[in-house]
T-cell receptor
């Protein structure tokens, strides 16, 4: 499975935008870029995913570099509820086998009131 | 929909005891999986299933058994608990498709003395 690299931790002030980076220089042409987050004492939850184009949903935006070797998760206005560990994960869109999610250690986001 | 449910929420075992962690989903998902999360680490895949009657090993399967007799249920059995199995266990499910969202349960916090 292709690997991703994320900073261990980041801080943001409340109500300001947050840009969480992810490097995936060995991404293959069929890999989706998925983001999950894990709030304290909870299971991970899906945030967003994309393939080539930038994506928006009610939780966040995903900006994907033109060469797809990096991406950025954007939270437009951080709230205290957004304090979590954010995981960037690659998953092959071709359904071979179980196509499981493999988690790294993610980025711990601290939101400062 | 209840989503993915896990029982119990907390469990304390003595070394050598056995037990079963329960997981159920009501979304008719084909894929189910078990992860463990040790302090300060990401999730690691224990076992997974791509459908009723089909299971396979993940990254850290030793000491655990699974079975999948129905689409809804995917129990995880600890055969002879060891202190190294002290962890938080998460069950997850998703539908088929490389981009499908994975849903996680709330977790079971297990301590083995």
């Amino acid at each position: 499975d292709a690997k991703t690299t994320q900073p261990n931790s980041m801080e943001s002030n409340e109500e300001e935008p947050v840009h969480l980076p992810c490097n995936h220089s060995t991404i293959s042409g069929t890999d989706y870029i998925h983001w999950y987050r894990q709030l304290p004492s909870q299971g991970p939850e899906y945030v967003i995913h994309g393939l080539t184009s930038n994506v928006n949903n009610r939780m966040a935006s995903l900006a994907i570099a033109e060469d797809r070797k990096s991406s950025t998760l954007i939270l437009h206005r951080a709230t205290l509820r957004d304090a979590a560990v954010y995981y960037c994960i690659l998953r092959d869109q071709i359904q071979t086998g179980a196509n499981n999610l493999f988690f790294g250690t993610g980025t711990r986001l601290t939101v400062i009131p | 929909n209840a989503g993915v449910t896990q029982t119990p929420k907390f469990q304390v075992l003595k070394t050598g005891q056995s037990m079963t962690l329960q997981c159920a989903q009501d979304m008719n998902h084909e894929y189910m999986s078990w992860y463990r999360q040790d302090p300060g680490m990401g999730l690691r895949l224990i076992h997974y299933s791509v459908g009723a009657g089909i299971t396979d090993q993940g990254e850290v399967p030793n000491g655990y058994n699974v079975s999948r007799s129905t689409t809804e249920d995917f129990p995880l059995r600890l055969l002879s608990a060891a202190p190294s199995q002290t962890s938080v266990y998460f069950c997850a499910s998703r539908s088929s498709g490389g981009a499908s969202e994975q849903f996680f349960g709330p977790g079971t916090r297990l301590t083995v003395l």
